[in-house]
């Protein structure tokens, strides 16, 4: 995955603030800030929400950034880990104002990363839910989810359609949710 210009200089400053560097975290603030601004107005005019609630989305975005930064993996691009969140933020705004927003899986699957449940789960806890799939979605989750390749990656190893991949990991983990809750209660 390819990084903009833009997003490199985001990501160098924002490894400079993790560093301890608060001026490099004030120019990613404010170099960070119109785009977020622009993106919020735009999905708030295309879900037919008033363009001035966009303000507060940037808000929180900025405010959720500050509070997260430290589960921002410098090893991966910064861009999708900004969009993931002001995506969330903005439907979090257009809920708390009573409005419902569905976001197309399509739109946000290949910025989804599963949380670290290694503390958890064993690496043999995972390998027996894992032997419980079929085979193709086996190989679709641990390439995804704990590999870390991209759907398009995966589809392309896997002789398949990109959306076929999706589909097979949404069941996958929808089975793997199903298993570990079942098996939880026996426990």
């Not at 405010?63 to 439907?91: E, F, M, Q, V, Y």
Request: glycine share 6%; net charge positive.
């Amino acid at each position: 995955m390819t990084m903009s210009s833009r997003e490199n200089d985001w990501a160098a400053w924002m490894r400079a603030a993790m560093a301890g560097d608060a001026g490099a975290y004030r120019q990613f603030l404010v170099s960070v800030a119109p785009h977020l601004r622009s993106i919020a107005r735009s999905r708030c005019r295309s879900l037919g929400a008033p363009e001035s609630e966009a303000e507060d989305v940037v808000q929180e975005v900025l405010l959720t950034i500050h509070l997260k930064r430290g589960s921002w993996d410098p090893s991966r691009p910064i861009g999708p880990w900004i969009a993931a969140i002001t995506r969330n933020k903005l439907i979090d705004v257009l809920r708390r104002r009573g409005r419902h927003s569905s976001v197309p899986i399509d739109e946000v699957m290949d910025s989804l990363r599963a949380e670290d449940q290694t503390s958890e789960l064993s690496a043999r806890d995972i390998d027996k839910l894992l032997a419980l799939l079929k085979t193709q979605q086996r190989e679709i989750v641990r390439s995804i989810s704990l590999d870390g390749a991209s759907i398009r990656e995966t589809a392309e190893r896997l002789k398949m359609t990109e959306g076929a991949v999706r589909v097979a990991l949404h069941r996958a983990l929808k089975a793997l949710g199903t298993l570990y809750r079942s098996g939880a209660r026996e426990d």
